[in-house]
Nanobody
Framework: QVQLVESGGGSVQTGDSLRLSCRDSGRIFNYYVMAWFRQAPGKEREFVASIDRGAGSTTNYADSVKGRFTISRDNAKNTVYLQMDILNPEDTAIYYC?????????????????WGQGTQVTVSS
């Protein structure tokens, strides 16, 4: 069973950085495609970034975060990370970690089987 727990959220100012972590308590973490989504107040959940299973050689990003955010994984630690740099108020949201058991990386939330509880990121100007 996959259980995802996010951490690393907080309140920062424009231009600051944060690193989110998502740890899976299961035994086959490296077999899952992992992704980060976010949901701002009053908005739908949106894709942020994904990383392929195994070595994570394939990554994808939403246009809004490309060049500022970096997704990575450490299979030995059952953890996926989201390094967020040059944050701005539009990045304020609850950030969710998600795992996809079958198929390749995708940007649709419906394709992911398991979700964490979310971690709040607030960026003030």
């Amino acid at each position: 069973q996959v259980q995802l727990v996010e951490s690393g959220g907080g309140s920062v100012q424009t231009g600051d950085s944060l690193r989110l972590s998502c740890r899976d308590s299961g035994r086959i973490f490296n077999y899952y495609v992992m992704a980060w989504f976010r949901q701002a107040p009053g908005k739908e959940r949106e894709f942020v970034a994904s990383i392929d299973r195994g070595a994570g050689s394939t990554t994808n990003y939403a246009d809004s975060v490309k060049g500022r955010f970096t997704i990575s994984r450490d299979n030995a630690k059952n953890t996926v990370y989201l390094q967020m740099d040059i944050l701005n108020p539009e990045d304020t949201a609850i950030y969710y970690c998600a795992a996809r058991q079958f198929g390749g990386p995708m940007a649709r939330s419906s394709g992911y089987n398991f979700w964490g509880q979310g971690t709040q990121v607030t960026v003030s100007s």
